[in-house]
């Protein structure tokens, strides 16, 4: 039940100039639901790029990206979008939270954007709060919230709409090393719960060690 598959990627950056940069250099992976994987990879290997491929916020200039056994080269911008929307959830290293709204509405935007009726949507952002063990705090405002917390939330969101995938840059890289222990440890109950196929890149060995199984971003390829 392969979530994500990623073959023969290839991604140069300011190709034919002097500078070229070969980022991905036939790279394959396939990630299937309830799999966890940690991607880890030194500053500058690719790492960013990788995760934009395979979240179709950017394309390789060579290789196949197929998301719930859908290939995305053969969509157009608005079919690339509403893949994205359906079936991908992201978390990066700061919480992007509407700093205005409570975390209980950073939560439930999302699905009512998506057509979820309010009362569902609410239900279901206090089962996720719950879940990360923040259901106190559901109506603070972000900044109210410590920043273990705010990533908690962030979490949520992520999953607001039950996607299938989800991409993690560096998701507990702002938080002191005990809160990151903590923080991350939700984030794989979130997963667990879920069913998800997760591709996190992380710097954290004990973090990477959590999860299924651990890939090293290296020569543009994965080993
Ligand atoms: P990482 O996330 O592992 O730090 P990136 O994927 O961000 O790596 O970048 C990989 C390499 O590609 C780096 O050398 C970076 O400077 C370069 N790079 C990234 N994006 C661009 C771009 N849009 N144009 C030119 N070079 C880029
Ligand atoms: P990070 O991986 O730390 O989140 P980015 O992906 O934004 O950071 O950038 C990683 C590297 O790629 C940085 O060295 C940055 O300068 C370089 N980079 C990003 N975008 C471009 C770009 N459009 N042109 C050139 N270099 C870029």
């Known amino acids: 039940n392969e979530v994500l598959h990623l073959s023969g990627l290839k991604k140069t950056y300011k190709k034919g100039l002097p500078g070229e940069i070969r980022v991905l250099d036939g790279l394959d992976i396939a990630v299937s639901s309830g799999e966890s994987v940690a991607l880890v990879a030194p500053s500058g290997a690719g790492k960013s790029t990788l995760l934009h491929i395979a979240g179709l916020l950017d394309k390789p200039d060579e290789g196949v990206v197929e998301i719930a056994g859908q290939t995305a080269s053969g969509l157009d911008d608005a079919g690339r979008t509403a893949l994205r929307r359906r079936d991908i959830g992201f978390v990066y290293q700061f919480h992007h939270l509407l700093p205005e709204f409570s975390a209980l509405e950073n939560i439930v935007l999302p699905q009512l954007a998506n057509g979820t009726s309010d009362r569902a949507a609410r239900s279901r952002a206090m089962e996720l709060l719950g879940t990360v063990g923040i259901a106190p705090r559901a109506d603070h405002r972000p900044a109210a919230l410590s920043g273990g917390e705010q990533q908690r939330v962030a979490f949520c969101r992520a999953l607001a709409n039950q996607p299938?995938?989800?991409?993690?840059?560096?998701?507990?890289?702002?938080?002191?090393?005990?809160?990151?222990e903590q923080v991350?440890?939700?984030?794989?109950?979130?997963?667990?719960?879920?069913?998800?196929?997760?591709?996190?890149?992380?710097?954290?060995?004990?973090l990477a060690a959590r999860m299924?199984?651990?890939?090293?971003?290296?020569?543009?390829?994965?080993?």
């Open 164 to 180: 299938r995938l989800l991409l993690a840059d560096e998701p507990t890289g702002n938080l002191d090393p005990e809160t990151s």
């Open 184 to 206: 991350f440890g939700a984030l794989m109950k979130l997963v667990r719960e879920a069913g998800l196929a997760a591709l996190v890149a992380t710097h954290n060995p004990e």
């Open 212 to 223: 299924g199984r651990t890939v090293h971003l290296s020569g543009g390829r994965l080993i």
